[in-house]
């Protein structure tokens, strides 16, 4: 069972919904990345997705885009990616860990060789957003063998067929984009999401989790009742960009707890 599958598993059996945090590797400050996904996990993150920066992040509204941006401008790539995982496994082995990102990155850096690093420094998923499931089984195959889930999104515009589809080649869970726009816009309908959910999952035998738009606890325990997982990432993102060096995970560490905390009223 992979460490995705399993926290999963536990929760369930809890009665708990999964929290998963995204935030950009390398932003606000390089050498806080790690200290920042320690203090999330301790405060009850269940996954911790960790962005990949690049250039033209189609799916990324302008608080990711910008983060993206200045964690490119302090040098941070895959190899530093992978760094602060093999960094964060050091003192972390339970916590499963999701790059999410682009195709560009992945390719550039080989993807044979992205595999066998990703496996060997600590990851557990990869969500590759410009990645639609008919043009990658091939790259889905070689993840698992290597112990290593593909994670795909669905949307409110998504077909029965790509759910399908998705179903047959996806594992860990699944991520519900939950309003037709990048991340951060939009009003989130939970009427739509609480109707999306169960036909998502009469074709995916996965957890479900549902991301962009959500903005605060509230809005979290409104998704988490009628979902599996809740996904927060440009919320957190920009909180994080108006903190210190000295203070960045403590405030990572409070907004994380803060969520957990009416997931689990």
Do not use: W
Request: one cysteine or more; a neutral charge.
């Amino acid at each position: 069972m992979s460490r995705i599958a399993a926290a999963f598993d536990a929760l369930q059996k809890r009665g708990r919904k999964a929290l998963i945090p995204y935030i950009t590797a390398g932003d606000p400050y390089p050498d806080a990345t790690v200290e920042i996904m320690h203090a999330m996990a301790r405060s009850g993150a269940d996954v911790i997705e960790l962005g990949v920066p690049f250039s033209d992040p189609m799916a990324d509204g302008p608080v990711i885009q910008k983060a993206g941006e200045r964690a490119l401008g302090k040098g941070i790539g895959m190899t530093q990616v992978l760094g602060f995982v093999r960094e964060f496994r050091a003192g972390n082995q339970a916590t499963p860990i999701v790059l999410m990102g682009y195709a560009n990155p992945i390719e550039r850096y080989g993807v044979d060789r992205f595999v066998a690093d990703a496996r060997a420094a600590g990851v557990d998923g990869v969500l590759v957003v410009d990645y639609p499931p008919e043009e990658c089984e091939g790259f889905a195959a070689t993840l698992r063998a290597h112990g290593l889930d593909p994670i795909f999104l669905l949307a409110p515009t998504s077909t029965e067929a790509r759910m399908k589809h998705v179903g047959r080649i996806a594992s860990g869970y699944v991520y519900y984009v939950s309003l037709k726009g990048v991340t951060g816009a939009g009003h989130l309908d939970i009427a739509t999401v609480a109707s999306m959910v169960p036909r998502i999952k009469s074709f995916v035998k996965l957890p479900v989790g549902v991301g962009f738009g959500i903005r605060d606890a509230s809005t979290a325990r409104a998704v988490a009742d009628v979902s599996d997982a809740v996904v927060i990432g440009t919320a957190l993102v920009q909180l994080l960009q108006t903190c210190t060096r000295d203070n960045v995970a403590v405030v990572a560490a409070e907004f994380i707890a803060g969520v957990r905390a009416a997931l689990d009223a």
